[in-house]
């Protein structure tokens, strides 16, 4: 036979187990009531992809700064290139436009050389009339000097001055004489 005693500790063990149950029963109609996922990934089906629904799940609200990490690595990689190709783009045309600027200088250099020929110069200085230089008729000499004393180098070079315009003046004498 039961004691009371046993009787009314069975009866509370009772009651607790049952507190206990509607405890537990309270907690998943609290679970389901607030659509709380107990797997932290959640159910992920098309209807919850399409919905947007996979979004609230915690796996994904725990990794959502790794995503925002990962989209940002993304975006800087893309700028990154796209500026790069630009740059390879910029360095292209320029190499092209420096080796036109290199043809048209060598085409002028070679243009400035021709002009600057003697035969070119003296055609030019024949052709116009009011220009008064001409060809010396007398072939060049050179001009000895003495290291010793400055005075005759200065007296030399006066002496030489003075020669060739008197030659200048005899060559001009006899081309008008022609």
Known sequence: MALPEDAGAEHEDMLDDQEAMEAKEAM???RKFTDED???KGEI??????????????????QIMF????????ILYTANR?????DAILIDSLRNHLQDVKYNVLTQSSELMNLVRQSNVEKK????????LRNSITPPFLIKMDDDDEEEEERGL??????????????????EQI
Request: proline share 0%; hydrophobic share 45%; aromatic share 6%.
């Open 28 to 30: 998943e109609a609290m």
């Open 38 to 40: 107990e797997d932290e």
């Open 45 to 62: 089906s098309i209807k919850s992809i399409l919905g947007g629904d996979f979004l609230m799940s915690k796996f994904v609200i725990k």
């Open 67 to 74: 995503v925002i990490f990962c989209v940002s690595l993304m």
């Open 82 to 86: 796209y500026d790069s190709q630009q």
């Open 125 to 132: 200085l024949r052709t116009t009339d009011d220009s008064l």
């Open 158 to 175: 006066l002496e030489v001055v003075v020669e060739q315009d008197v030659q200048l003046a005899d060559s001009q004498r006899l081309k």
